[in-house]
């Protein structure tokens, strides 16, 4: 019964689709248009005239071969012949065979790649992603304070400069004073 009202379902809704498409028409004998009929017509009139016409025929026949010449590799497989790619392969032997040694050593390490800290992985993504800010913030902080050590240790020798400059000057005018009293004739 469950088929009959799926049945049912199906040949309205086939209905309501024939009539949206022909409306009220109505075939030669007076009967509504089938929209199942008119598509059977159709592949037959399409099927007669491909059977009529030779080319056509011909065509058929011919798909396999078309598309075997449009897939892409059939061009290499047409130009290279097999010694040719044979010559390709052992030219590229010491890369296969790093490839290979290459893949053994990722298969011996597959338990590795398996395991809980690889799969935990994103769950510590978030705190290196933290920590790395941190790091940034922290760096740009140094490099303040590295201008600031700069600034002041520029300025300690301005300091020392002009301080050394003063007590060369005091020396000078102290040597000046002795010489002059060492010298003075006594009276």
Known sequence: MDKNT???RLEMRIRALENRMYGERRNGVGKPVKFSESLARIQAALAN???KRER????HKKIEDLLRYLDPQFTDHITAPNAMKLEFILAEEEFLLSQAALLEQVSTLQPL????????????ATKLQRLS????KEQGQTEAQSEEVKRLFEEYNKMMFLLSKQFTQWDENLRKLEEAKVVRPVE
């Open 6 to 8: 799926e049945m049912d």
């Open 49 to 51: 005239t491909a059977n």
């Open 56 to 59: 056509v025929k011909i065509l």
């Open 113 to 124: 790649l398996d395991s809980k800290y690889i799969r935990d992985v994103p769950e510590h």
């Open 133 to 136: 800010q941190i790091h940034i």
